[in-house]
């Protein structure tokens, strides 16, 4: 029997059980391993179906779980969501998780305070439909310090948020945000690679599951922030004018303007020290010195001093 349509008749639908391959003599679909056919007959693709057997691999029965493998557009397409809250009901779904909400709104904008506030409308609205808790994977913007990219409405609606880092091979999950509870709660886990067998071209068919990992994962170290154009030319000249110094003399205090670099060039053909208003540092061995205090911050006006 043909598993995608109403067809009885032999050989329109075949599988070679010891190799993988399969075909659909009445459609030309064909693939090479159980991990292609299955992605076929659920509509889907591929890394849809290698993690589901990945999961069924490592944990067991996956009869709870469900996929869709297209894309559901949340904000114009009422009749999809309707199905979607349909099935979920029929399932007795307890959580639908909405991977990722840049699909979800898809020609929606997530900086807008309207299209945000229609996704979370219908969002909403397939919570109380279902009963069914709803998850949404979103993502944050080049700056993670600021959260979740696109308009604030969305961190708003959310009862709990949670932020997942990576430090090397571990991986974290915080709660940053929750309603009915403490946040800070950390979890720590790590992906696993299983080997589910292998394609037609003789390479293994690898996927990742989750982990759970005891204790806190490491967090990651923080980035350094980088240095404006200016400050950087300022630092050069800094590492070229004490290339040849003793290494336990104090450097030019921060704070430094432009007007500085042609100080530092000139101050060097001379041979001087370095002198500011507040801070003077020389040119001479002279293993103990300092100054009496390194300026706080602001700008000081540099020049040689003999």
């Not at 020609?107 to 009963?131: F, K, N, Q, S």
């Not at 993670?144 to 571990?170: I, K, P």
């Not at 290339?243 to 450097?251: C, K, L, S, Y």
Request: aromatic fraction near 6%; charge should be positive; proline fraction near 3%.
């Amino acid at each position: 029997r043909n598993p995608t349509r109403n067809d009885r008749r032999l050989g329109s639908f075949k599988i070679n059980l010891a190799t993988g391959r399969w075909a659909d003599f009445a459609t030309g679909a064909k693939g090479g391993d159980a991990i292609a056919l299955l992605a076929y007959l659920d509509g889907s693709d591929q890394a849809r179906a290698t993690r589901v057997q990945g999961f069924a691999r490592e944990y067991g029965d996956t009869e709870a779980f469900h996929y869709i493998g297209q894309s559901v557009n949340f904000t114009a397409d009422a009749e999809a969501v309707a199905d979607v809250a349909q099935a979920a009901k029929a399932l007795g779904a307890k959580l639908i998780v909405v991977d990722t909400l840049a699909r979800a709104i898809a020609e929606g904008d997530e900086i807008t305070p309207g299209d945000m506030g229609r996704l979370i409308a219908t969002l909403d609205a397939l919570r109380a439909a279902t009963g069914a808790h709803v998850m949404v994977v979103h993502h944050t913007g080049k700056d993670e310090s600021r959260g979740m990219r696109g308009h604030s409405s969305l961190n708003g609606a959310a009862d709990v948020t949670l932020h997942v880092t990576a430090s090397g091979a571990a991986r974290q999950a915080e709660v940053k945000k929750n309603k009915d509870g403490l946040a800070g709660t950390t979890l720590a886990f790590a992906l696993k690679p299983t080997t589910l067998g292998r394609d037609d071209d003789g390479d293994d068919i690898v996927t990742m599951v989750v982990e759970e990992v005891q204790g806190a994962a490491p967090k990651a170290p923080a980035k350094r922030e980088r240095l404006a154009a200016e400050q950087r030319m300022i630092f050069e000249e800094i590492q070229s004018f004490f290339a040849d110094i003793e290494p336990d003399f104090v450097t030019p205090a921060p704070g430094m303007r432009r007007r500085a670099r042609r100080t530092i060039r000139r101050c060097r053909r001379r041979g001087r020290w370095i002198g500011g208003e507040r801070w003077v540092t020389r040119r001479v061995a002279e293993p103990d010195w300092r100054s009496a205090a390194a300026p706080q911050s602001g700008d000081v006006r540099w020049s040689c001093v003999k």
